[in-house]
């Protein structure tokens, strides 16, 4: 009966010392891809990026119709990044209804980061337009941007009356 005993208790021992084996081995391969993450060498991308977020200070709706030389309306906007490493993101118009055919209705945007575009001319088609690009995100870090769209001031100009532009500007966390 001894014997018996023994090879059992043989047998759990050597089942726990290869059970623990297996345990640190996971271990250390989670260990590994936390490192990696974080030096920006990405071993598994899955769910990454889930520490972004965009806030829209007002929201991200722009309508107006009517305007007048020297019309501006501003939006308040700001991407944070809370991940292990650098993102990506991009800025685009989309949903726009516009009746305007004018050079003088521009948009603008700047950023806390540097990032800056000037005097660019609204889209008057429905289709997605980039304002910005692939820009890049440091991790733990935030990007405040304001963007502006302004109706030229010129006292030669007439208002353009019945006209209306309406459309979203939203922001895409792409990696």
């Known amino acids: 009966m001894d014997r018996k005993w023994m090879i059992i208790t043989c047998f759990f021992s050597i089942v726990t010392f290869i059970s623990s084996i297996i345990c640190s081995s996971l271990i250390f391969y ?3 891809n936390r490192t990696e993450i974080n030096s920006e060498k ?20 722009i309508d107006f119709s009517n305007v007048s030389s020297g019309y501006t309306v501003t939006r308040d906007f700001s991407i ?4 292990s490493n650098s993102i990506k993101y991009s800025v685009m118009w989309s949903n726009i209804v516009s009746t305007f055919n004018s050079e003088k209705l521009t948009y603008s945007l700047s950023c806390s980061n540097g990032e800056k575009i000037t005097n660019r001319q609204i889209p008057t088609k429905e289709n997605e337009y980039d ?19 302004n109706y030229a001031n010129s006292d030669e100009f007439v208002e353009e009356q019945n006209q209306s532009f309406g459309g979203k500007y939203q922001v895409k966390i792409i990696e």
């Open 80 to 83: 944070t990044n809370n991940n």
């Open 30 to 32: 989670n260990e590994k």
């Open 42 to 61: 990405v071993l598994a991308a899955n769910k990454v990026y889930k520490n972004s977020t965009v806030i829209y200070n007002e929201n991200n709706s």
């Open 131 to 149: 304002i910005l690009k692939e820009a890049e995100l440091k991790t733990n870090s935030t990007n405040n941007c304001t963007i502006t769209i």
